[in-house]
């Protein structure tokens, strides 16, 4: 007598399992619509975008949304200096390329300065907006969230997230 393949049955079962998962926070979503995800080999600075590729799109014109107009400023519990690995906060070298101070109105990286132009909407657990950067003779726009918990905080953008702990 031939038995019953209870493979495939059980591999529907599985996938279905897999898809019904909760989501986790490791993927932010960012109120432009791109989703950004944790990557892989990612450059530990913020670097001008190549010559070759398209610049990133910011509409002109944005519902619901705040223009920097000073009155605008990165909320104090994001400020401070934040590095990728515990060196980045302590070097006396220059060389701390994972380090990134946060003001009220700027992240400065190791190559580049971001300055707040337009403060977007996020989940009440979330700062996001839209920074013009400059460095390495370049110039620059890019949708940043940042995210804290507790001294972690993470920093996403369409090329992908980046954590950081608070420097002492």
Same mark, same amino acid.
């Given at each position: 007598m031939k038995q019953p393949n209870l493979a495939l049955p059980v591999l529907l079962a599985l996938a279905l399992a897999a898809c019904q998962q909760p989501a986790d926070d490791s993927n932010i979503t960012i109120d432009n619509g791109v989703n950004a995800a944790e990557a892989a080999n990612a450059d530990i600075e913020t670097l001008p975008p190549s010559e070759t590729s398209a610049p990133a799109s910011v509409p002109n014109s944005m519902e619901?949304?705040?223009?920097?107009?000073?009155?605008?400023?990165?909320p104090a519990q994001y400020r401070g200096r934040w590095g990728m690995v515990a060196a980045d906060c302590t070097s006396t070298r220059g060389d701390a390329k994972g380090l990134i101070t946060i003001g009220e109105g700027t992240v400065k990286f190791y190559e580049s300065l971001a300055t707040l132009k337009e403060q977007r909407p996020a989940i009440t657990t979330s700062f996001?907006? #839209?920074? $013009?950067? *400059?460095?390495?003779?370049?110039?620059? +726009?890019?949708?940043?969230?940042?995210? #804290?918990? $507790?001294? *972690?905080?993470?920093?996403?953008?369409? +090329?992908g997230s980046f954590n950081y702990t608070r420097c002492a």
């Open positions: 619901g949304t705040q223009t920097a107009s000073g009155n605008e400023l990165i996001s907006g #839209r920074f $013009g950067f *400059t460095g390495e003779g370049q110039t620059w +726009e890019r949708v940043m969230t940042l995210t #804290r918990t $507790g001294e *972690t905080l993470r920093r996403a953008d369409e +090329e």
